[in-house]
């Protein structure tokens, strides 16, 4: 994964689309969720090119399942007010 450091010095278009698929490839990759989900919508990883194909989880996803990549355990977890939804997300 892209450090910090490297993600806010981005500059200018070809780093940020270079980036961008950097971190689609490893979260493909390394988060079971969104892998699946790919596999749902039948995209292969290697396929997909360019940021503007990636594709993006819906968002109910974020209220029904732990979106996480890694084994690391979230230090904060707020939840969400309920103005769309009868339940909160947790974030």
Known sequence: MPSADRIFSI???DDFRTLAMEIFRYQASE???????????????????R??????LPIGTFREHRVLTGR???????ESSRVTSDRQSPH
């Open 11 to 13: 500059s200018g278009d």
């Open 31 to 49: 988060n079971a969720l969104y892998a699946r989900y790919i596999e749902l919508l039948n995209l292969e990883q290697g396929r997909i090119s």
């Open 72 to 78: 690391a355990e979230p230090e904060l977890v707020f």
């Open 51 to 56: 940021p503007e194909d990636i594709p993006f």
